[in-house]
């Protein structure tokens, strides 16, 4: 099975060492810090330490910065001590804002948070250097 093909519903997996919680897209969205919270407990559960989610669950207020919704689910995720990657085509959300674009250049710049293309992504950011 290829690595971009999307869960039926939440899977743990193994990525080059890294316990990744890949959740499926039909699943409730991350639309505030009780959502977060909600993920960040089933992860915690399952022993993840990466929360994929797919962009079908991350709602258009999370791409506009100054709604404090991404801010607000990010910290959780910091508090927690859990990386989260938001996985799929962002282009219409970066497309019509410089700050949101700089946001995810930063983002993806280190290791907290990453806005990813595909699941072949994801795998090949946890990829070992050497």
Not at 77 to 87: G, H, I, K, W
């Amino acid at each position: 099975m290829a690595t971009d093909a999307v869960p039926p519903a939440e899977e743990l997996v193994t990525l080059h060492g890294v316990t990744v919680l890949r959740c499926a897209p039909g699943g409730p969205p991350l639309d505030g810090e009780s959502a977060a919270l909600d993920l960040i407990g089933d992860a915690g559960w399952r022993g993840a330490e990466l929360v994929a989610v797919p962009v079908e669950r991350v709602p258009d207020d999370f791409f506009r910065l100054r709604s404090g919704i991404a801010g607000a689910i990010v910290q959780k995720f910091v508090n927690y001590r859990l990386r989260l990657a938001v996985v799929g085509d962002i282009a219409r959300h970066v497309a019509g804002s410089q700050a949101l674009r700089d946001f995810v250049y930063e983002s993806n710049r280190g290791n907290q948070l990453w806005f990813l293309s595909g699941y072949d992504d994801l795998a090949e950011r946890l990829r070992p250097a050497g």
